[in-house]
């Protein structure tokens, strides 16, 4: 098989990055080692930047976002059960950020991709990358599970847009890594019953951090700091529900509603850069170069920036001849991906308790938590870097 650009993984990013490539007359071919219903279904990140939604739509993937999307114009600060508001807008000269949830953005870019993009395989495991410092870059991919028929694709150009335990980052020689693990993780939950504040609201409490977000009008998304090592199943659903209540608790009458409790899981947590994100002809995009710890939302917008980058870059490079932009890739990917990094670090630190934090590091977060609902500059720090960074 041969194609331009070779995709490897069918996350946002690389679903993403076929549609661009589509609407830009470049031809390409998506290879997915699991099938269509996880893919559909893996729960994860749920806030879109200003800037991915203006790229969504652009990209003529934006009209159920448009629908059933729910737009967001600030959230919610609480610490010592007092409450905050960041008003983004105000902040940031109009901006705001999308809740609509990464399933429905893959399925969005599945259904438009199969109806008039090129080939998108399922159940296709990528097991290496070769000859990236050649110009005829390949895949050695296998079909339908361990017994499945290996075959070759072979490629102008790679994306490896396949995730952090994927295979092309390890087609990358000479790289360097910078990386963080937190000695805590998330516990997330879906419920069925609607969302007991009409923005998200981070809390920072002495228990632990937690978040309330939401799927839609009538389904909530919470989130619980939890030990690293955490067993989802050791958590009934009463003691997740009393646990979030404690951490939101509150000076006034404000009440956390409780319904039946429909997934349950632990996330870990962790901050992680390779560099650089291109080695010859085989590009890296989104979670197979970096991971950001999920406080701030940053996950998911950072993979379309990386895409959004490559797109243009090739784009420029059929029009002109020129290999600039691609030569700028990895540089000007990471350029976003520090300040993301940087972000989500703060905002990490700022919320989670530390198992091993001293009585003086508690009262500098809360000194941090005050400062920015009292200072219009840490404010405007805040809601520009959440709403987000410009791409490129
Ligand atoms: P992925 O979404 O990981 O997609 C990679 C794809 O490649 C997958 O479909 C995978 O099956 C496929 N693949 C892997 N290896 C191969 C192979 N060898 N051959 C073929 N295909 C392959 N971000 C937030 O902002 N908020 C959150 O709440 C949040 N929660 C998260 C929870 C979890 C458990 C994880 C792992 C991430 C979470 N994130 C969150 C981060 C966000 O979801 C990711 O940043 C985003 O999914 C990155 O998209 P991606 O396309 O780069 O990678
Ligand atoms: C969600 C996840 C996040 O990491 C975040 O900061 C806000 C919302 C969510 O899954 O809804």
Same mark, same amino acid.
């Given at each position: 098989m041969r194609t331009t650009v070779g995709i490897?993984?069918?996350?946002? !990013?690389?679903?993403?990055?076929? #549609?661009?490539?589509?609407? !830009?007359? /470049?031809d390409s071919v998506v290879l997915e080692s699991r099938d269509r219903a996880y893919v559909?279904? #893996?729960?994860?990140?749920? /806030?879109?930047?200003q800037g991915t939604v203006d790229v969504l739509r652009e990209a003529g993937a934006g009209e159920r976002m448009d629908r059933e999307g729910l737009r967001h114009d600030g959230i919610e600060l609480r610490f010592d059960r007092r409450r905050?508001? %960041?008003?983004?807008? @105000?902040?940031?000269?109009?901006?705001?950020?999308? %809740?609509?949830?990464?399933?429905?953005?893959?399925?969005?870019? /599945? @259904?438009?991709?199969?109806?008039?993009?090129?080939?998108?395989?399922?159940?296709?495991? !990528?097991? !290496?990358v070769e000859g990236a410092e050649t110009d005829r870059p390949r895949v050695r991919f296998r079909r339908g599970g361990a017994e499945g028929a290996e075959d070759v694709l072979e490629c102008d150009y790679v994306v490896g847009c396949d995730g952090f335990w994927g295979v092309s980052r390890a087609a990358v020689p000479d790289g360097r890594t910078f990386e963080r693990t937190y000695p805590f993780g998330w516990l997330g939950i879906l419920a069925d019953v609607a969302p007991s504040h009409d923005e998200l609201v981070y809390a920072r409490h002495d228990r632990g951090f937690a978040l309330l977000s939401m799927r839609s009008p009538s389904v909530s998304r919470l989130y619980l700091q939890v030990p690293a090592d955490t067993? @989802?199943?050791?958590?009934?659903?009463?003691? /997740?529900?009393?646990e979030l209540e404690r951490r939101f608790e509150t000076d006034d009458d404000w009440t956390l509603r409780r319904g039946?409790?429909?997934?349950?899981? %632990?996330?870990?947590? #962790?901050?992680? %850069?390779?560099?650089p994100m291109r080695h010859g002809r085989l590009f890296l995009a989104g979670d197979a170069a970096h991971i950001v710890p999920p406080t701030g939302a940053k996950g998911l917008n950072l993979a379309v920036g990386d895409v959004v980058t490559?797109?243009?870059?090739?784009?420029?490079?059929?029009a002109t001849g020129s290999e600039d932009l691609l030569d700028a890739y990895s540089a000007t990917c990471l350029r976003r991906v520090w300040q993301a990094e940087r972000f989500s670090y703060d905002m990490t630190t700022l919320l989670h308790t530390a198992p091993d934090a001293t009585p003086f590091e508690d009262r500098l977060q809360l000194a941090r938590l005050d400062r920015i609902a009292s200072s219009r500059a840490a404010e405007t720090d805040l809601a520009e870097a959440y709403t987000g960074f410009p791409i490129g």
């Open positions: 490897i993984g069918a996350g946002p !990013a690389g679903l993403l990055l076929a #549609r661009l490539l589509h609407n !830009a007359g /470049i559909e279904r #893996r729960q994860r990140a749920g /806030i879109l930047e905050h508001r %960041v008003d983004f807008p @105000a902040l940031t000269g109009g901006r705001s950020v999308m %809740v609509y949830a990464q399933t429905e953005v893959c399925k969005d870019l /599945i @259904a438009l991709q199969l109806k008039e993009g090129g080939p998108l395989l399922f159940e296709t495991e !990528a097991l !290496a067993d @989802a199943d050791s958590w009934s659903d009463e003691r /997740i529900w009393d039946p409790i429909t997934q349950k899981s %632990v996330t870990p947590m #962790r901050s992680y %850069v390779h560099e490559f797109a243009r870059a090739l784009t420029h490079r059929t």
